[in-house]
């Protein structure tokens, strides 16, 4: 297993030279090297900037900085928005790298007053200068470049997951862009599915992006490693995900939070009836109650009847629910 392994089959990321998967750029059949993944997305289309070394450049200060490059990309196309409606006096334009790179270097070192509101988020910084509409976010994530306007199935999957719009929870538009007719049920059961799996994955400290390798979710590895889980890695996933959402529910989150923002709805945008269903349909997928709970039955199915009856430290207890 290990880089190996990763290297032979997920030929499609990385390239076979490097010491370790990773990097900013990717070769093209005809010789180009272009920037990779969200790099090319949050810091390239969604920032107006079309120059490839500009892009591959803002990657590597986000890596050295060590912040997240999808947040600071959208953290970026806010400023330059509140500054083009007059929210902010900011001289910062689309297609203006040198722009991005100042500010990214703001919100690391917190060391000017956007910078600081704007290193604990998009939502942080609306709240204080106005702008809530200007990039929308679930959860007080920004969502990264997959409109799920025209895919329901990644709309319920920004707006379920435990840490906001994040596309590494599931990315079900993979496969809804492909087929037609998906009904509010097979949205919920895509969306609860690659939800568990991933759940799996990331707990065995693995990147989804290397799922090929584990398609049988790691039960092969594990079993080489003398490691025998008690129940199918299905389940296991779905416990997990149960846990965080128990954690959620104990600091406060229940069915209003898991909604997304004004500015997807519209004409040619999501319609909120609709979505409220496919919701209805998830929570009836998941076992869980109405306003987001999971219930008695489903932690007495998935091995966690044992959690105390009045809950995670004060959610309220099971038998109420």
């Given at each position: 297993?290990?880089?190996?392994?990763?290297?032979?089959?997920?030929?499609?990321r990385?390239?076979?030279n490097?010491?370790?998967p990773?990097d900013?750029?990717?070769?093209?059949?005809?010789g180009e090297?272009?920037?990779?993944?969200?790099?090319?997305?949050?810091?390239g289309?969604g920032?107006g900037?079309?120059?490839?070394?500009a892009?591959?450049?803002l990657?590597?200060?986000?890596?050295?900085?060590?912040i997240?490059?999808i947040?600071?990309?959208?953290?970026?196309?806010?400023?330059?928005?509140?500054?083009?409606?007059g929210?902010?006096?900011?001289e910062i334009?689309?297609?203006?790298p040198?722009?991005?790179?100042?500010?990214?270097?703001?919100?690391?070192?917190?060391?000017?007053?956007?910078g600081d509101?704007l290193?604990e988020?998009?939502?942080?910084a609306?709240r204080?200068f106005?702008?809530q509409?200007?990039?929308p976010?679930?959860k007080a994530m920004?969502l990264?470049a997959y409109?799920?306007?025209?895919?329901?199935?990644?709309a319920?999957?920004?707006?379920?997951?435990?840490r906001?719009a994040?596309?590494?929870?599931?990315?079900?538009?993979?496969n809804?862009?492909?087929?037609?007719?998906?009904?509010?049920?097979?949205?919920?059961?895509?969306?609860?599915e690659e939800?568990?799996r991933r759940?799996?994955l990331w707990?065995?400290?693995?990147?989804d992006?290397?799922a090929?390798v584990?398609?049988?979710l790691?039960?092969e590895?594990?079993?080489?490693a003398?490691?025998v889980?008690?129940t199918?890695?299905?389940t296991?996933?779905e416990?997990?995900w149960?846990?965080t959402?128990l954690f959620n529910?104990r600091?406060?989150?229940?069915?209003?939070?898991d909604?997304?923002?004004?500015?997807l709805?519209?004409?040619?945008?999501?319609?909120?009836?609709?979505?409220?269903?496919?919701?209805?349909?998830?929570?009836?997928?998941?076992?869980?109650?109405a306003d987001?709970r999971?219930?008695s039955k489903?932690l007495?199915?998935v091995?966690?009847?044992?959690?105390d009856?009045?809950?995670?430290n004060?959610?309220?207890?099971?038998?109420?629910i």
């Open positions: 297993m290990g880089i190996e392994a990763v290297r032979e089959h997920a030929t499609g990385e390239r076979p490097d010491v370790a990773g900013f750029r990717i070769e093209t059949a005809t090297s272009i920037p990779r993944g969200g790099t090319a997305m949050s810091l289309a920032l900037i079309d120059e490839f070394d892009v591959v450049e990657g590597a200060l986000c890596d050295e900085l060590g997240d490059l947040s600071a990309g959208s953290a970026v196309a806010w400023t330059i928005r509140a500054s083009e409606n929210i902010l006096d900011r334009d689309f297609g203006d040198d722009g991005a790179r100042r500010l990214l270097r703001e919100i690391a070192t917190r060391d000017t007053p956007l509101v290193a988020g998009i939502d942080s609306a204080r106005g702008g509409e200007l990039v976010t679930v920004a990264p409109d799920p306007r025209g895919a329901p199935s990644m319920l999957a920004y707006a379920t997951s435990d906001g994040c596309h590494r929870r599931a990315l079900p538009i993979e809804e862009v492909f087929k037609d007719g998906w009904t509010p049920e097979r949205v919920a059961t895509a969306v609860a939800q568990d759940a799996v707990s065995l400290v693995l990147d992006f290397v090929p584990f398609s049988d790691g039960a590895w594990l079993a080489a003398g490691v889980p008690d199918d890695l299905r296991v996933g416990r997990i149960t846990l959402r529910v600091e406060g989150f229940d069915r209003a939070d909604a997304l923002p004004p500015s709805a519209g004409e040619d945008g999501i319609d909120p009836e609709s979505f409220e269903r496919t919701l209805d349909r998830y929570y009836e997928v998941r076992e869980w109650t987001g999971p219930t489903l007495e199915r091995g966690l009847d044992d959690i009856r009045n809950g995670l004060g959610l309220p207890a099971q038998s109420d």
